[in-house]
């Protein structure tokens, strides 16, 4: 913005001479550059990022974390403040930012609006299933303004990141947190685009490692619900790999299988069986 204030000023000081038609086009192709360029910068989660390094708790590692939310609801106004930001943005501005930016953005949005939904009705829940009806689940709620419009978690997860075929990233569903001790832990930071790749991959590994929700025994592999409801995502060819199988070989070593094993479950010597799921609230207390 400064170099345009210099060339107002530089042409405003020959006022008295005549300015040709072509500089005053160049004067306003700088600005709409500059305009422009400023539309396309990364939105910024740092508000979302400092609430969730004061009241994220890590455990193990960053394999497990815990939400203080008793903490994120003394800073609930922080939170509003976030998701009002959030509710902002258009459409067309979305739209004009990298895959990466989009992403980071939508993963942080569900995640937030999670938090959100939970402190409605805290500390009077031990699970996010209470906050749902008989026929409509808690993910099915349409309350989140975003784009114009109210929609649900579901929509955001459902339609936005897997449905809208941008993106073919199976890793998400290591990112976004459903508030339960099942779930994939709730990093302690805010996903950015610089970043985006980093963060879903150690997302990844500490959750295949965690041996409470993904463990060897015997010939069989146990493994999260998770890749039972989501197992088209697995299947889709991320880094090459067309079966669920092969994605969890890929991580082989995460899931602390050796050489051999990994070759077992390659050839489907190894059975893939599935762990019920935790719906309790992964709360501190």
């Known amino acids: 913005m400064r170099h345009n204030g210099h060339l107002r000023f530089w042409s405003d000081s020959f006022a008295g001479k005549e300015v040709n038609t072509m500089f005053r086009k160049l004067l306003l192709c700088?600005?709409?550059m500059c305009s422009g360029s400023a539309a396309?910068?990364?939105?910024?989660h740092?508000?979302?990022?400092d609430l969730l390094k004061r009241h994220v708790v890590v455990i193990?590692?960053?394999?497990?974390?815990?939400?203080?939310?008793?903490g994120f609801q003394s800073q609930r106004q922080d939170l509003k403040q976030?998701?009002?930001?959030?509710?902002?943005?258009?459409?067309?501005e979305f739209d004009n930012w990298s895959n990466e930016t989009q992403l980071a953005f939508l993963i942080n949005v569900y995640n937030a609006w999670t938090v959100e939904l939970i402190l409605t009705k805290y500390p009077d829940l031990n699970s996010i299933k209470q906050l749902g009806g008989f026929f409509r689940s808690p993910w099915k709620k349409t309350f989140i303004p975003l784009f114009d419009r109210e929609v649900s978690l579901d929509y955001i997860e459902h339609d936005l990141i897997r449905g809208?075929?941008?993106?073919?990233?199976s890793r998400i569903h290591f990112a976004v947190n459903c508030a339960s001790i099942g779930c994939p832990a709730l990093r302690n930071e805010a996903y950015t685009a610089e970043l985006l790749?980093?963060?879903?991959?150690q997302q990844t590994q500490l959750f295949l490692q965690d041996k409470k929700r993904n463990r060897l025994d015997g010939n069989r592999l146990m493994v999260s619900e998770i890749f039972k409801w989501y197992r088209k995502d697995f299947e889709?060819?991320?880094r090459n790999t067309g079966s669920l199988t092969a994605f969890l070989a890929l991580y082989g070593k995460a899931l602390g299988l050796d050489s051999d094993q990994q070759t077992k479950l390659q050839q489907s010597e190894i059975v893939i069986a599935f762990l019920d799921y935790d719906w309790q609230l992964n709360d501190t207390l």
């Open 197 to 201: 790749d980093a963060q879903l991959e």
């Open 40 to 44: 396309a910068q990364a939105f910024d």
């Open 236 to 238: 889709q060819g991320w």
């Open 164 to 169: 809208s075929g941008r993106y073919n990233e």
């Open 46 to 49: 740092q508000l979302w990022d």
């Open 60 to 70: 193990d590692g960053g394999q497990i974390t815990k939400a203080d939310y008793a």
């Open 82 to 92: 976030y998701l009002d930001s959030v509710s902002m943005v258009s459409q067309a």
């Open 30 to 32: 700088i600005s709409l």
